[in-house]
């Protein structure tokens, strides 16, 4: 199983960002898929996910209403679309996949693959 994340920027305040998530070693189209991040000196925390058929999404509190997770089954991708960005919207965004469509929809993340990708890096600051 492997991630790699890309698309990560340093940004104003208010600013977007889209990020990519480009996945291999499993069969994409059967797992609901997440967005995590990292703050520094924080624990990961869950940010988004979306469901196995890409019909529901549910997003933490924290970003609702400015973040939109979407998938590309052909590509084996998950985005994040990112909009009105804040300084504590820093940190690193990983994705992986969960175990659920449940998982998603009860905002209890539950993420599958022990083996993270890299990552990468948004930084909100004027």
């Known amino acids: 199983v492997q991630f790699v994340e890309s698309g990560g920027n340093l940004v104003q305040p208010g600013g977007s960002l889209r990020l990519s998530c480009v996945t291999s070693?499993?069969?994409?189209?059967?797992?609901?898929m997440s967005w995590y991040r990292q703050a520094p000196g924080k624990e990961r925390e869950w940010v988004a996910g979306?469901?196995?058929?890409?019909?529901?999404?549910n997003y933490a509190d924290s970003v609702k209403g400015r973040f939109r997770i979407s998938r590309d089954r052909p590509e084996k991708a998950v985005y994040l679309e990112m909009n009105s960005l804040k300084p504590e919207d820093t940190g690193v965004y990983y994705c992986?996949?969960?175990?659920?469509?449940?998982?998603?929809?009860?905002?209890?993340?539950?993420?599958?693959?022990?083996?993270w990708g890299q990552g990468t890096q948004v930084t909100v600051s004027s």
């Open positions: 992986n996949m969960e175990r659920s469509d449940r998982n998603v929809l009860v905002a209890r993340p539950d993420a599958l693959s022990q083996n």
């Open positions: 070693g499993f069969i994409f189209s059967n797992y609901a």
């Open positions: 979306i469901t196995t058929e890409g019909r529901r999404t």
